[in-house]
């Protein structure tokens, strides 16, 4: 019997025992070592499953041609041409390759200028369709209220028209009513907050001076990589990323699943924020854009609203204590206050001609912090929406803003770092300087419990929180493992057991303790 890899008589024939094939000890044992299978049936074979087979010593018989040199010399011509026939054959094939290559990229190269027309076509329709709007405004009787309801896939319903662009929408402003819901919410608030106590469940600083990466995860297109924006749901333990790709993601961090993508902004999504026990979700983009997004039974967002206040991009989104209210922050100079479920923009307040980069709500809900694009930190009674405090002394833009649970001290980043002020004093207390004068503070934010602060630049740091005269100490240094050298923000989960980390590569990065799979819990 033969080989069933080499087709010879086998020196030492060995018999697997589930396909009864005999071959070659050495080639099988060969076969098995760097594929791990049967090399004819392809089921997995190993070497217990091959026994050997005992048999006399063969001697293999030498061929009628090699008994002379005429014969040696037709053998080596047969094998001549042999080799010759399949140097031609492979000749052939490859002849056959390079021809499919050249049409195939002939296609794609075809397939490139349709799509450049296209675009170019695209370009030119919306020039001359801007042109037309210019010339031609629309005035209709439901201009005050230009933020009309959508369909669910995103898209604005077909009775909605625009305003002209230099036209003024007119807003309602903050009613008597609302006024006293927000102080009715400001004094219960208030009243918790002087009873609170630490939870003990709150990790501790031991616990956070081991954490280390325990998983990434890729939310967004590759070729448009970079996540710019965090939220994260602590009841259900859902985060939200703003993705450059203009796209927002809902991520289950449990079960490690993507739960939905949202879908319609043109350009990319630079806040992002859960209202309540996340049935909706706000985001804002640079597309001049806020969109609401009403969640499902089925666990889908549809797009409810699409609203157009802002005449450039939309920075931030920050949401009242009662989920009944939110605040964008645009480039444009203005922060608008919206009712949540009519989607009606209340107040739109323009302090100068600064662009504001970032915005929050105080803990009780009626003062709103802003970071503008010339280092001022402002602060405003939201009930008159005068400006109560201005902080200075950042360099470059203030990039995050974020208010302790305690209410006490509000922590600002900027180009040159992080300062902390003491908002009963109005002044700053502290400056913590993390990287170098090239390198920007991107991120910061204080905890749930106001007993850490995360800071993020070049890489992540987490201090832990003191007082005016205390020393803030750093806890734990985590290095910024996206090769990107940035992390764009950062965010502590339910009781600080895990931190959650973007960066401007497409993976988001959860922190916490090693060998503990806080995934099943």
Not at 87 to 106: I, P, V
Not at 279 to 301: C, N, P
Not at 449 to 471: F, P, T
Request: hydrophobic share 35%; proline share 4%.
């Amino acid at each position: 019997m033969n080989c069933s890899i080499s087709g010879e008589v086998p020196d030492e024939p060995v018999v697997s025992k589930s396909s009864g094939l005999l071959f070659e000890k050495r080639l099988i044992e060969r076969h098995i070592m760097d594929f791990g299978k049967c090399p004819v049936t392809g089921e997995p074979l190993t070497m217990d499953d091959i026994v050997p087979i005992k048999t006399g010593k063969i001697v293999k018989p030498r061929p009628v041609q090699a008994a002379s040199i005429p014969g040696m010399l037709g053998m080596f011509q047969n094998e001549w041409d042999g080799l010759m026939l399949s140097n031609f054959a492979l000749e052939q094939q490859l002849h056959t390759a390079r021809q499919e290559l050249s049409h195939a990229l002939y296609q794609h190269d075809a397939a490139c200028r349709v799509i450049a027309r296209l675009k170019k076509e695209r370009d030119e329709a919306r020039s001359i369709l801007a042109q037309a709007e210019r010339q031609f405004p629309i005035s209709t009787p439901n201009s005050v209220t230009a933020n009309a309801p959508v369909h669910s896939n995103g898209k604005r319903a077909a009775d909605d028209e625009e305003l002209a662009p230099n036209a003024k929408k007119l807003h309602p402003g903050i009613s008597s009513s609302i006024i006293s819901e927000l102080t009715d919410c400001n004094a219960a608030l208030s009243g918790k907050r002087k009873k609170r106590e630490i939870p003990a469940t709150l990790a501790s600083v031991d616990a956070l001076e081991t954490y280390t990466q325990i998983s990434s995860h890729p939310l967004n297109k590759t070729s448009k990589q970079g996540i710019i924006a965090l939220d994260i749901l602590h009841s259900k333990d859902l985060i939200a990323t703003g993705n450059i790709d203009t796209n927002a993601v809902i991520f289950d961090r449990p079960s490690g699943q993507v739960l939905a993508t949202l879908t319609g902004h043109s350009k990319k999504v630079t806040s992002v924020k859960f209202v309540g026990q996340g049935e909706s979700i706000i985001t804002g983009s640079a597309d001049k854009t806020v969109r609401l997004w009403q969640g499902s039974d089925d666990g889908h967002y549809n797009c409810k609203q699409i609203l157009k206040d802002h005449s450039a991009e939309v920075e931030a989104v920050t949401v009242h204590a009662t989920n009944n209210y939110f605040v964008t922050a645009s480039l444009d100079g203005s922060w608008c206050f919206y009712e949540l479920s009519s989607g009606t923009c209340l107040t739109q307040v323009s302090d100068s001609s600064e662009g504001y980069t970032s915005a929050a709500f105080h803990p009780d809900g009626l003062i709103l912090g802003t970071g503008t694009t010339d280092s001022l930190v402002k602060i405003w009674d939201v009930k008159s929406q005068a400006n109560v405090a201005k902080f200075d002394g950042h360099v470059g833009h203030v990039t995050a803003i974020s208010f302790s649970e305690n209410g006490y001290y509000l922590a600002t980043a900027a180009h040159d770092g992080v300062k902390l002020w003491d908002l009963r004093k109005l002044k700053n207390f502290r400056d913590y300087g993390p990287y170098d004068s090239a390198t920007p503070t991107n991120s910061v934010e204080f905890d749930h419990s106001g007993s850490y602060l995360a800071v993020g630049g070049s890489d992540v740091r987490i201090l832990q929180v003191a007082n005016v005269k205390s020393e803030w100490n750093l806890i734990k240094t985590l290095p910024d493992l996206s090769g990107t050298g940035k992390s764009t923000c950062v965010k502590f989960g339910p009781d600080s057991k895990y931190l959650a980390v973007a960066s401007m590569d497409r993976n988001l990065r959860i922190f916490g303790q090693p060998g503990e799979d806080i995934s099943d819990k």
